[in-house]
């Protein structure tokens, strides 16, 4: 397995694990054109973020975003991993692992204070496994409002 940063040759298959993502974890239909539209903003502008992507003999298997937060508190930026998507049939089989030691080793080397993700609380698979990578659940709680 090969773990790289994602191109713009790689924004379909990004956008469309992202709507399986949305469908898997929140029951939620994303629409592909807009998430496609987004995936590319991104990838167009690398002060948004960067994606990574697990490949297997050059098929994309899995990724995560990470996206930046400036903390004022610790004086370094917050990297957030969003996104993150293993394919069925590549589950339980490390990929997400491999993919989170990547962005732990380019966080560490990047002077990074801090890893933070958001889970649906229903999502029992993920909180498990992000369990497991040594990740804890954090005291804070996320509030939003569509605009």
């Known amino acids: 397995m090969r773990i790289r940063n994602a191109s713009l040759e790689d924004a379909e298959t990004v956008a469309r694990f992202n709507v399986l993502l949305a469908r898997e ?3 939620e239909e994303l629409d592909y054109r807009t ?3 987004g995936v590319r903003t991104l990838l167009l502008d690398e002060r948004k973020g960067f994606y990574l992507v697990a490949l297997d003999k050059g ?4 990724q995560v975003m990470i996206t930046y937060e400036w903390s004022d508190w610790r004086n ?9 998507y293993v ?6 089989k490390g990929v997400f692992r491999e993919l ?3 962005v732990w080793l380019r966080a560490t080397k990047e ?3 801090l890893l933070r993700l958001y889970v649906h609380g229903a999502n029992r698979k993920a909180l498990e496994v992000y369990r497991r990578m040594g990740m804890e659940k954090s005291p ?3 509030y939003q409002m569509d605009l």
Not at 87 to 92: D, F, G, L, Y
């Open 76 to 84: 370094r930026n917050v990297w957030w991993l969003q996104s993150v």
């Open 87 to 92: 394919a069925r049939p590549w589950r339980k």
């Open 100 to 102: 989170f030691e990547e």
């Open 35 to 37: 998430v496609l539209k």
């Open 25 to 27: 974890s929140e029951n």
């Open 111 to 113: 002077g990074v204070g």
């Open 59 to 62: 098929e994309i298997v899995g």
């Open 140 to 142: 804070y709680s996320v």
